[in-house]
């Protein structure tokens, strides 16, 4: 847009308008921070999240989920710490791979199926997942698959890759053909085209999409308590969620285990600002 | 130099995945070693103990036991999916009420010599019979769990006797200090007030009805409205409130021990009587060591079972676990050794153990399940006093009979039949037609290529997400439970379809939740597309100072998982201590009461699924505004619009594209938002803000496992969203269609 | 190349040896600009320009890449603000109006039509917002598409249109508006040569027949020649040379505009003025020629360092005793038909240097020979080997 100075009135209101929003965006999450950060817990008719005082500050409920002091309990939680990130990549991976060619076939070639195979994907969208858990279960056990991570990675990268994939043949449609017509002139065949010049050219949609599938992966827990059989093999929502019981939920611990779960997910937010916006426009999803 | 940086991100990537795969597979593939499994809800101070009783018999037998906890929320799924296929445990825990259910999917087994006759005198009565069915032992009766009365001694000096005694205390206590706190609107902490009326929840049948029902209702309602306790307290709130000297008196149950600091002043007291009426009695649950059947049949799981249930583990779990163990040795020890005066563990456990000889073991079928949701609403509703206890209960009662309907009879799968014989001659009829045109070989064969980049994307997608949901369809022509089905055709679409022979707008019914699902689907949607694009447009302003900051801070609700946010969305809408209605106060308006009313209820889960959705559509605006060239907006500016024309007639014009697939996924997931609502509002009141997923989930899990109802529900929604984006997609991509050609 | 001084900074007597743009004293000023000074960040792209546009003028802006050419144009239409200086459009004070208060209308270099709307609707846009009644919006595109022969492509999408369709529909775009005056940014550079050439000719008849007022911007020499009634052209940010192009072409006022302006470029050598015989001789690189004594005047100093200049055009091959002013080794001959250029070198180790032969003359050079060159003493330029400005002027 134009690059006269905008006037003060206007910049006072845009700030306004954004400082709203961030409150808006920020305000239940300080909550679960506090509540994280407090002895007593609890929200009671208070407007501002800030804690109670400084007696009711402690360090208790993250010391309680970290396992700090209790060996044992430190070294499994470590454990699955590193299985949420192992899983979440794993599944980051699987998703991008199986999907990256997929895409580039429906976004370069006609070919016969296409058209029912992207309206498929769509409606695979649409279809509540009321109780697949079962289904998966015996699905995953007929393919031996069962009580491994490898399992439940294959399981979460399923259920990313239709929207990967979307998002991925936007991008690919974007990138003019030019390109690898450019490259198969100069000797390369289809495959490498495809690996050398629209691959890259991809990149940052990738790096979406991978942040996508890393975080659907990243807060599930009813899959992962489900076919996972050993509690070193669990991820940390699963962790997370054992502090909710059937008569009452340990409300410190369950909100300073979401402070430590969101943790990684907001740097990986951070360093992938660009490409975020970079990845997303790039076609972005076009359907 | 372009190519050694290739190389070397190259190298960096095949590490990653050498140690990806690596950590995927090296302790995947080793099977445990083959000993007895035992699985347990527990964590804290009782999975201490328990790992400690366990070790003792390990050490004793010389027997591996591997032990699992899984949390409770996903704790009979796996159960329910693991025994069957023999990868289940050996030995599990869990609560006699579910025993129903178990029975249900043959996850157990008696326990055999596991609680032989002469051990069954070192039990508390009560224990042994909460775990006998039908004449039949299924558990050892580890640990029983009631609620009692907490009270502070520092504003109170004894006990309180009765109720009414304790509701007095109002206004002596100190201003904001509430006399008793519970969670009023539970039925499970109602049940003790019905029991002290002589009703009951369950009885075969919906059985809270009748006088004894509706005087409990108007004491609670009494509670409530005279300022004796306060209004909708959850455990969290109780747990706040009594910490904080705000309560005397809370009834809780063991578990809120765990929760308050040591150097509280408290002690715990069976619950008060009702003047006039009787003692309060609670419910009570005896968590067990079950059998599975494989178990059953291994001498060592069945020694486990009986091990975890003998004195010394006793001893062990009532000290290290704090739980009111079902052992009477236990107690006759300590009841012989005097405990010193200030242990107040021992007290506590002791006062529990008191409460639970009046508590009323909870019942076990699975008819018992569809009770609580129905009982609850007409709990809520009297509370707020929206109906009378009579029309309340009778109301309850009709919903209940009408979800435990008998699944209609087996009809003639006739129709069914020929609907999908129709269904496939179609499709054949296509595909031939399709085959036979001509070059069709010559398509096939030029497809070849393509088929290699998309062969194992199709076979995952259908292996792993087509084949689940597929099964899911199929269910949706059987009534009965997942182990018992029965085939019903087209019985529950019909029913579905014809509101259950109500009026077709009436309570609960298809079309009213449809209704509230499209309303609640498009206000969802345009929040999220106008926030989206407000702060899109505001963020891609030139020369905004703190860009970075505000986008990653707006980016937040995004970052943190929503089961947890949507939790503390739902506190903050609470009436009395929610910090929404105490920033409405700083304003000057009056508390609202969010979840009794639809409108407010609605306005509360739109928020919190406002606030999660937003940041996806921000993202999506921002990268669709960047790829509007700029030349195109000047050259609007030059052409004399201003800002906001420039705005509406070319950047939106040109946004379309782009935001129209996000809008149609966004329309998508919202319509299956089941968290939200599930969470904030659960569907209160009275059911009224339940969306369509949320009703498949509840015919699916609160209303004795209805799982061919749900799939029936399941699909008609897949339809509803397949004829919408199909509306949506020509809608939007008309024109765009058109300028391609 | 150094730095021109500001042409205002000059004495009198350049200012007196200036002729001036015609610029009749009933003709208004529709666009002028006063001091104007343009940073982004810390570059300094304008460095105090004035621009002057009479009613009725073509006007183009012409200069290298990075000159401020299109950042000039972009203060003009508004879409950028100056960080010192006025400008005003048929007398209105417009510094600090945005573009649609300031009634211009452009050209953009990608055209930028809206992709969205069809070229009628491209067309009406800017006629709506001003609320311009529907009949009168229906004639001025009945008549602009007639104009611009855009009547069979009122329906289309600007993505149906071929790249000079799209030119003239954005150059509609422009008409319809009937503005103060019309912004040009390098509307041709998308085009190929053919349809530029074609394109170019119409847009100076529509200026003529709309008696508009217009500032072009382009970096192409031929346009900026061919448009221009008033030449400006630019260099580092700052006016090198203003003026009616031919005389510009023929009077350059600094070497870089000598250079600038011109195909094949103006030879230039490094040389020195002596006197022989009363008359004044410039003379080195192996050029030696007459000056025109009259046209340089006083600058004439005997010993005086200067760089001799003489275009491509103006040389000719030397027959019969014609002074011989320099003799070509010519290395390639490029034949044209009508004429051909001879590219090669004075000395083996001088400057490159270009000769126009006529095409009968052409025909018996070839490459290794060495030609004689002769040139009249008027077309010889001399520029001061330290400022680089023309002597004389």
Partial sequence: MNERKPGLLETILVHTVLVAAVAYALYPVLWVVTLALSKTGGTEARVLPLPRGAEDLTLDNFRLVTGVGDPEKGWLFARQLVNSLVVSCATALTAVAIATPAAYALARFDFVGKRTGLRGMLLTQMFPGVASAVPLYLILDALHLLDTRSGLVLVYAATAVPFAIFQLRGAFLAIPVDLEEAAMVDGATRVQAFLKVALPAARPAIAVTALFAFMSAWNEFILAATLLGRESAFTLPVVLQSYVGEYSTQWGAFAAGAVLVSVPVMALFYVAQRQLLSGLTAGGVKG | ?741 | ?393
């Fill in chain 3, 1 to 393: 190349m150094s730095e021109a001084p500001h042409r205002h900074a000059g004495s009198s007597a350049l200012r007196a040896a200036e002729t001036p743009v015609p610029e009749p004293a009933e003709r208004k000023l529709r666009c002028a600009a006063r001091g104007i000074e343009k940073s982004f960040g810390a570059t300094k792209i304008l460095r105090g320009v004035d621009l002057e546009i009479p009613e009725g003028t073509f006007a183009v802006l012409v200069g290298p890449s990075g000159c401020g050419k299109s950042t000039l144009l972009r203060l003009v239409a508004g879409l950028e603000q100056a960080d010192k200086g006025t400008i005003t459009l048929a007398g209105r004070d417009v510094t600090n109006l945005p573009p649609r208060d300031r009634d211009v209308a452009m050209v953009f270099q990608s055209y930028a039509l809206y992709p969205h709307l069809t070229v009628r609707e491209n067309l009406a846009f800017g006629l709506k917002l001003r609320g311009t009644p529907a009949a009168e919006i229906e004639s001025r595109i009945r008549e602009a598409s007639a104009m611009l022969g855009l009547e069979k492509l009122m329906d289309r999408l600007p993505k149906q249109l071929s790249g000079g369709q799209r030119q003239r529909v954005a150059m509609g775009r422009a008409i319809v508006r009937r503005p103060t005056i019309f912004l040009f940014d390098e509307p041709l550079s998308n085009l190929d040569a053919a349809l530029r050439a074609e394109v170019r000719v119409e847009i100076r008849r529509l200026h003529d027949r709309l008696g508009a007022t217009t500032l072009y911007v382009t970096h192409d020499q031929v346009e900026a020649m061919t448009l221009a009634d008033s030449l400006w052209v630019l260099n580092g940010g700052l006016v090198e040379q203003k003026g009616p192009p031919l005389e510009i072409y023929e009077r350059p006022r600094t070497k870089f505009v000598a250079t600038f302006l011109g195909s094949p470029q103006m030879n230039l050598v490094a040389g020195k003025l002596s006197k022989e015989g009363g008359a004044f001789w410039a003379e080195g690189g192996g050029v030696r020629t007459r000056v025109d004594e009259e046209r340089f005047g006083d600058a004439l100093v005997e010993g005086r360092e200067v760089t001799i200049g003489v275009r491509p055009h103006d040389l000719c091959l030397a027959k019969g005793d014609a002074p011989i002013v320099a003799e070509l080794k010519v290395e390639i001959v490029e034949a044209l038909g009508s004429e051909a250029f001879a590219h090669g070198w004075i000395r083996s180790s001088g400057p490159t240097f270009v000769a126009r032969l006529d095409a009968a003359d052409a025909r018996s050079v070839r490459p290794g020979s060495a030609i004689p060159l002769a040139a009249a003493p008027s077309a010889i330029h001399l520029f001061d080997a330290k400022t680089d400005r023309a002597l004389g002027d």
């Fill in chain 2, 1 to 741: 130099m372009e190519r050694s940086r290739a190389g070397r991100a190259l190298h960096a990537l095949l590490a990653v995945l050498a140690i990806v795969a690596t950590i995927l597979f090296a302790p995947a593939c080793s099977e445990p070693p083959r000993g007895v499994v035992l699985w347990h809800p527990y964590r804290g101070g009782e999975e201490a103990a328990l790992k400690k009783v366990v070790a003792r018999f390990e050490a004793e037998r010389g027997v591996k036991v591997t032990t699992l906890a899984v949390p409770y929320e996903a704790y009979l799924s796996k159960l329910e999916a693991a025994i069957p296929r023999g990868n289940g445990p050996d030995v599990f825990i869990g609560p006699h009420n579910r025993l129903g259910e178990y029975l249900l999917h043959k996850l157990v087994a008696p326990v055999g010599d596991a609680l032989p006759d002469e051990d069954v005198p070192a039990y508390e009565p009560v224990t042994v019979d909460a775990v006998t069915h039908e004449g039949v032992r299924w558990a050892v009766p580890l640990a029983s769990k009631c609620v009692a009365l907490y009270w502070d001694t520092r504003l109170l000096s004894e006990p309180p006797r009765t109720l009414e005694e304790l509701a007095a205390k109002k206004g002596a206590l100190g201003a904001g200090v509430w006399p008793l706190a519970y969670e009023s609107h539970s039925a499970y902490y109602h049940a003790a007030l019905l029991h002290a009326y002589g009703g009951a929840l369950f009885d075969g049948g919906f059985a809270m009805i009748g006088p004894a029902a509706e005087r409990s209702l108007e004491k609670a309602r009494e509670l409530v409205t005279s300022g004796a306790a306060p209004d909708e307290a959850s455990g969290d709130l109780l747990k706040t409130l009594f910490s904080t000297g705000k309560v005397a008196a809370v009834i809780s149950g063991p578990w809120l021990a765990a929760d308050l600091s040591d150097d509280l002043p408290y002690a715990v007291a069976p619950l008060p009587e009702i003047e006039g009426v009787g003692r309060m009695r609670p419910f009570l649950t005896v968590d067990g060591a079950f059998l599975s059947p494989d178990g059953a049949k291994r001498e060592d799981a069945r020694a486990l079972a009986r091990a975890l249930g003998s004195s010394e583990s006793a001893r062990e779990r009532a000290e290290t676990g704090k739980q009111v163990v079902a052992t009477r040795a236990y107690w006759a020890r300590a009841d012989g050794e005097r405990p010193a005066a200030d242990d107040r563990h021992a007290a506590l456990l002791r006062a529990f153990r008191d409460a639970s000889a009046d508590a009323i073991p909870m019942p076990v079928s699975t008819a018992m399940n569809p009770v609580w949701v129905p009982a609850e609403q007409a709990i809520r509703k009297v509370l707020r006093g929206d109906a009378t206890p009579k029309d309340a209960l009778a109301e309850a009662k009709a919903r209940y009979d009408d979800v435990m309907r008998p699944p209609p009879p087996s009809p003639s799968p006739a129709p069914l039949v020929i609907m999908i014989g129709l269904g496939l001659l179609a499709a054949a009829v296509a595909i031939v037609r399709r085959v036979r045109a001509p070059g069709f070989r010559r398509e096939l064969e030029a497809s070849k290529p393509a088929y290699k980049y998309v062969a194992h994307a199709a076979i995952t997608i259908f292996v792993l997400v087509v084949l689940p949901l597929l099964a899911g369809a199929v269910t949706s022509f059987f009534a009965g439970t997942r182990d018992d089905p029965r085939f019903v055709g087209l019985a529950n679409y019909v029913d579905i379809l014809t509101a259950r022979g109500k009026p077709l707008l009436s309570h609960g019914s298809f079309y009213l939740t449809l209704l509230v699902t499209v309303a609640w689907t498009v206000v969802n949607v345009t929040l999220h597309v106008a926030i989206g694009l407000a702060l899109g447009v505001a963020l891609a302003r030139p020369m905004l100072r703190l860009r970075a900051v505000y986008r990653v801070l707006l980016i937040l609700p995004w970052a943190v998982p929503s089961y947890v946010t949507a939790l503390a969305w739902k506190g903050m809408f609470h009436r009395q201590f929610g910090a929404i209605n105490a920033l409405l106060a700083t304003l000057g308006v009056e508390p609202i009461s969010w979840f009794s009313k639809f409108s407010t209820a609605f306005t509360a889960n739109v928020a919190t699924n406002v606030w999660l959705g937003f940041p996806f559509m921000m993202v999506v605006v921002m990268g669709a505004l960047t790829s509007i060239p700029k030349d195109v907006l000047e050259a609007a500016e030059v052409d004399g619009a201003t800002r906001w024309q420039a705005f509406r007639l070319v950047t939106l014009p040109l946004l379309k594209p782009t935001l129209l697939p996000a809008v149609v996924l966004g329309s998508v997931w919202t319509f299956n938002m089941f968290n939200v609502v599930f969470l904030v509002s659960g569907g209160e009141p009275d059911g009224t803000t339940d969306i369509l997923v949320s009703e498949a989930y509840r015919w699916a899990f609160a209303r004795n496992s209805q799982f061919g109802y749900a799939a029936a529900y399941a699909v008609i929604i897949f339809g509803l969203l397949a004829i919408m984006s199909r509306v949506l997609g020509r809608v939007g991509g008309g024109e765009a269609k058109e300028a391609a050609s």
